[in-house]
T-cell receptor
Framework: AQTVTQSQPEMSVQEAETVTLSCTYD???????LFWYKQPPSRQMILVIR??????QNATENRFSVNFQKAAKSFSLKISDSQLGDAAMYFC???????????FGAGTILRVKS | NAGVTQTPKFQVLKTGQSMTLQCAQD?????MYWYRQDPGMGLRLIYY???????DKGEVPNGYNVSRLNKREFSLRLESAAPSQTSVYFC?????????FGSGTRLTVV
């Protein structure tokens, strides 16, 4: 079974600085997708970024970028120029290529200090 | 507004009571899901429905049943609630890569 591990229960970052959230996963598949979701206190699940395993280029969405290391099965999220609105729980998630199920990590709480 | 609608948003049950969590989506998605979120454990899949008329167990199905009433609706039933089922429940639907989540139901079983 696929597993997703987020080893940092909590992280803190100063406003305007950069922070990296870690995620590792375990799979024997070659075709899969990886996601980062943000969950603010409102509980809403918001897609931050998606990476297809077949793509070598790291995905980027504005201030959010990933470092996808396929051989190491690592998928970290970098948030640049952190803002107060970035404070939330962040979940890393995995889905097999033709699969249906999204498998989540335990989450990392990100606190942003002003 | 297009999206996934869950009801109720909050519920308190007594041990042994039953209830159904409702979920509806208006995006014409084939696949729908029920997850539970517990502290330190992320979201875990309870049941899913790949298409109308089919349902499958996820990671933590014990104590739950589901019904895919039609393409829009996917309900989750607790037949005899237990304190271990205290959690936040999320319904989601999917089209290709995009998952859309409802706003969640906070359920407390006392």
């Amino acid at each position: 079974a696929q597993t997703v591990t987020q080893s940092q229960p909590e992280m803190s970052v100063q406003e305007a600085e950069t922070v990296t959230l870690s995620c590792t996963y375990d799979t024997s598949e070659s075709d899969y997708y990886l996601f980062w979701y943000k969950q603010p206190p409102s509980r809403q699940m918001i897609l931050v970024i998606r990476q297809e395993a077949y793509k070598q280029q790291n995905a980027t969405e504005n201030r959010f970028s990933v470092n996808f290391q396929k051989a190491a099965k690592s998928f970290s999220l970098k948030i640049s120029d952190s803002q107060l609105g970035d404070a939330a729980m962040y979940f890393c998630a995995y889905r097999r290529g033709y699969g249906n199920k999204l498998v989540f990590g335990a989450g990392t709480i990100l606190r942003v200090k002003s | 507004n297009a999206g996934v609608t869950q009801t109720p948003k909050f519920q308190v049950l007594k041990t042994g009571q039953s209830m159904t969590l409702q979920c509806a989506q208006d995006m014409n998605h084939n696949s729908m899901y029920w997850y539970r979120q517990d502290p330190g454990m992320g979201l875990r899949l309870i049941y899913y429905s790949a298409s109308e008329g089919t349902t499958d167990k996820g990671e933590v199905p014990n104590g739950y049943n589901v019904s895919r009433l039609n393409k829009r609706e996917f309900s989750l039933r607790l037949e005899s609630a237990a304190p271990s089922q205290t959690s936040v429940y999320f319904c989601a639907s999917r089209l290709e890569y995009g998952y859309t989540f409802g706003s969640g139901t906070r359920l407390t079983v006392v």
